[in-house]
């Protein structure tokens, strides 16, 4: 498994805002689809909503690259 540490500096981010900031998605669109299409997990759990409010130490998993950002 790969394991990433991404620091904000505000009380939260979007999880698309977040996937672009730590390079996941090269495009909003591109967040946009891999949140829609369920291929990404908040905290264990799968979530399918972009605007979902990321605040430090929530953890990001993405299974199809075995990815997991630690939100700082």
Do not use: Q, W
């Amino acid at each position: 498994m790969k394991k990433a540490e991404i620091k904000i500096t505000t009380e939260f981010i979007k999880l698309d805002s977040l996937l672009k900031f730590s390079g996941l998605a090269e495009t909003g669109s591109d967040a946009k689809e891999f949140i829609k299409e369920g291929r990404i997990c908040v905290n264990s759990e799968v979530c399918l909503m972009r605007g979902k409010k990321i605040r430090p130490g929530d953890k990001i998993y993405i299974p199809e690259t075995d990815t997991e950002l630690t939100v700082l």
